[in-house]
């Protein structure tokens, strides 16, 4: 990243290096949007790699010697990627899960909200004594709004593309929906078999035989909440009745760990969600904010220190962020003169630092705020800061859900599309903390420390 002190420059374009599917569905958006990571989105998926949804979760769901984990399937023609990125150590503390209905209860805490008419896809790979760790769970809606239904081999194709790189040893699977009916329940019950579910199960089976990885079982439940029963789809055959989720293992390690969880995914689109007084009050704001920023800028490039305009520009970023941590309120005026900030390209680059500093949740709070009151580029800017902040400390579903947002703002926003092609190929946190790195690195070069990072 350079050190270009204009305030206003056209955003640089960026390689993602991936392929273009087109014509290519995404529920959630009623368009067609081409999928830059070469991923499918014809189900809308929510990827959590690695230390982002389960850093505490141990699943002995794969005790080796057991006929009921035993991997099944030679590699076929298809192959998996050949370099698959480094895993992180086992965790130093874990939850041992081992029975389905702890691992089903334990879902809405590892995705991070409750989920509704979805396949929630976990990979596992390799632990100690025999066991699995629960490493990156995606989500699949089972419906679009338009009443289409996923695809098995869409789905199916989807997941090895995750579990390619990364060393997954296993895949396990639980269907939510409502609409599931369990066998023995009564032909007169209103809601869709299971048979209904066999195709996307072969499907998903197939697709990781060839690439050699165990699915070692798939279970269904109406909706993951107390009382409910679950039953299985594909595996030795089980059934029983769910807890409650809020007092399973799994959820209290992600409470105690500060981990929200929502009650649903509408939660999380609130977060971004545009809010048109906001966007009123600011919008009547933006123009003298800008005004006064170019006026800024003159005056820096007089004195010969143009970078002194970039300086200054972070130095009140960062005050309205130290602001927010206090417990402030950011009125209009000051979100428009922040929004105007950050069409700086070194004021900007900074910013990513903060995913990883003492005012991570300050600097999440004000993104989401700008997101919410922002339109165009501007809300892009905003939008992918809070997707990066969110993916580099394990909140996947918003991270998804905060990039979404950016590229229907701008869709060629490079960040955006950049952030959101790592989190759909399933790339780990740590492997994106060198941007937050090169934010420090921005920061220093205009001559601001931002001290050392936390996380």
């Keep these: 990243m350079t050190n270009s002190a ?31 990571s070469g991923v499918s989105s014809e189900a809308e998926m929510c990827v959590s790699p690695a230390a982002m949804v389960a ?26 990627r050949d370099e698959p990125p480094p895993f992180r150590d086992t965790p130093d503390h874990v939850v041992c899960v081992d029975d389905p209905a702890e691992l089903i ?36 809606d089972l419906d679009s709004p338009s009443g289409r239904r996923v695809r098995g081999a869409t789905l199916a194709a989807a997941v090895a593309r995750i579990c390619a790189h990364d060393e997954a040893a296993e895949v396990l699977a639980v269907v939510v929906d409502e609409r599931a009916v369990e066998p023995g ?7 869709c078999a299971t048979g209904r579910f066999d195709v996307l199960v072969g499907s998903l089976g ?64 609130a977060l971004v969600a545009r809010d048109p007084l906001a966007h009123a009050e600011v919008a009547a704001h933006l123009p003298d904010a800008l005004a006064r920023a170019r006026e800024r800028y003159a005056r ?41 900030a950050l069409r700086d390209k070194a004021v900007r680059d900074s910013m990513f630092a903060l995913a990883v500093g003492d005012n991570a949740d300050a600097a999440e709070a004000v993104w989401a705020a700008l997101t919410r009151a922002l339109s165009g580029a501007d809300r892009a800017e905003a939008a992918a800061l809070l997707g990066y902040s969110a993916y ?24 955006a599309m950049l952030l959101d092609t790592s989190l759909r190929l399933g790339m780990r946190p740590e492997q994106l903390r060198r ?13 601001v420390d931002l001290g050392a990072p936390t996380s």
């Design 185 to 191: 329940a009564g032909a007169d019950r209103p809601g």
């Design 392 to 415: 580099v400390r394990g909140d996947g579903p918003l991270a998804g859900i905060a990039l979404e947002a950016a590229l229907e703002a701008d869709p060629g926003h490079p960040m």
């Design 300 to 340: 820096a490039a007089r004195r010969g220190d143009p970078i002194g305009y970039s300086r200054q520009a972070l130095d009140h970023v960062l005050w309205q962020i130290a602001n927010t941590a206090s417990g402030a309120a950011l009125m209009a005026p000051e979100l428009a003169r922040i929004a105007a």
């Design 206 to 269: 197939r697709r990781l035989a060839a690439c050699d990885i165990s699915l070692g079982g798939v279970w269904a439940v109406r909706a993951i909440a107390a009382g409910q029963r679950w039953w299985t789809l594909a595996g030795p055959q089980r059934h029983g009745v769910l807890r409650d989720p809020a007092a399973s293992l799994v959820t209290l390690t992600h409470v105690l760990d500060g981990r929200p969880i929502r009650g649903s995914r509408s939660e999380l689109t």
């Design 6 to 36: 204009t305030p206003f420059p056209a955003p640089e374009p960026v390689d993602a290096g991936c392929t273009v599917e087109d014509d290519t569905f995404r529920p959630g958006t009623g368009s067609h949007r081409s999928s830059p």
């Design 55 to 80: 850093p505490h979760s141990y699943s002995r769901t794969a005790q080796s010697g057991t006929s009921a984990w035993n991997p099944g399937g030679a590699a076929g023609d298809a192959r998996c």
């Design 105 to 140: 209860a334990g879902v809405p805490a590892m995705l991070g909200f409750t989920p509704e008419r979805s396949v929630v896809v976990l990979v596992l790979r390799h632990g100690t004594a025999g066991g699995a760790i629960v490493d990156a769970v995606v989500r699949f």
């Design 435 to 447: 941007l937050a790195h090169s934010g420090y690195r921005t920061a220093a070069g205009l001559g």
